[in-house]
């Protein structure tokens, strides 16, 4: 995602090479020098989240965990860790270059979830940001997949489910 000043935050990820690996790592790129940054590691591996700026200036991280990143050194997990829709996010300082928990959420965050702030492609909330998504069947070919929309108050620091 696009900082404030022009530099790219790049945060998690999975590798495809030899022996996959989700990542916890983030670094920023400059456009101007052509130059990374590496920049401290989330507290969870993160893979098919979505990231984005919160009116105060942090980035919030949500989306499809991992595990606890175990080496935060080299932001990769084993390839077997199994892994599953997220309760949990992170809040990014820019400032303090140092990374936070949000509170749980209230309803799981997996793949394919879309987060709204003030973004020139997507809504502005006043004061929070909406994540929206949907949580796959559990291992059930008959369950529907489940739609859902929460918001996060970034003031107050809580998930508040949005009606359907």
């Known amino acids: 995602m696009q900082l404030p000043g022009g530099n790219v935050l790049v945060v998690g990820g999975r590798t495809y090479a030899a022996t996959p690996a989700t990542r916890s790592a983030a670094s920023a790129w400059s456009p101007v020098t052509g130059h990374w940054t590496a920049l401290p590691p989330m507290s969870r591996h993160r893979t098919m989240l979505t990231a984005c700026m ?3 200036g ?7 965990e991992e595990e606890a990143a175990a080496a935060p050194a080299t932001g990769a997990s084993a390839s077997e860790t199994r892994g599953g829709p997220a309760l949990s996010g992170e809040i990014f300082d820019l400032a303090a270059r140092s990374w936070s928990a949000l509170p749980a959420m209230p309803l799981p965050c997996a793949a394919q979830q879309l987060c709204a702030t003030a973004t020139p ?24 997949q489940q739609l859902w929309a929460q918001l996060f108050d970034e003031v107050s620091s809580k998930w508040y489910i949005l009606p359907k």
């Open 121 to 144: 492609a997507a809504v502005s909330v006043p004061g929070g940001l909406i994540v929206v998504g949907c949580s796959a069947p559990a291992n059930d070919s008959q369950q529907q």
């Open 58 to 64: 942090r980035v919030a991280v949500v989306g499809y």
């Open 54 to 56: 919160l009116p105060s």
